[in-house]
């Protein structure tokens, strides 16, 4: 299983430990473990895409398409937004 948790202060130590609940009750927790956020320089938002690529579909569509940027940054990317202006 995986969970994220956010919303944390870069750079600042915390102690996390897991703990499982079930019908009988409460389990005894893992071994905490020490762990520091990554410091706010080191903390970089995704290089733009590149080559975006434009091709008229219809009178009514229209297919994009690009590259990832060189750099994910400091986390893997999760979506990308697409904005269009008439």
Do not use: H
Request: one cysteine or more; aromatic letters at 10%; a neutral charge.
């Amino acid at each position: 299983m995986e969970v994220v948790i956010g919303d944390l202060k870069p750079g600042t130590l915390f102690r996390v430990s897991v703990g499982a609940y079930g019908w009988t009750g409460k389990g005894r927790p893992s071994m905490p473990r020490d762990i520091t956020t990554l410091s706010q320089d080191k903390c970089m938002p995704p290089d733009p895409p590149f080559q975006p690529q434009v091709i008229v579909v219809s009178d009514s569509e229209v297919a994009l398409s690009w590259k990832p940027g060189p750099s994910e940054g400091s986390s893997p990317i999760q979506y990308y937004t697409v904005a269009f202006m008439r």
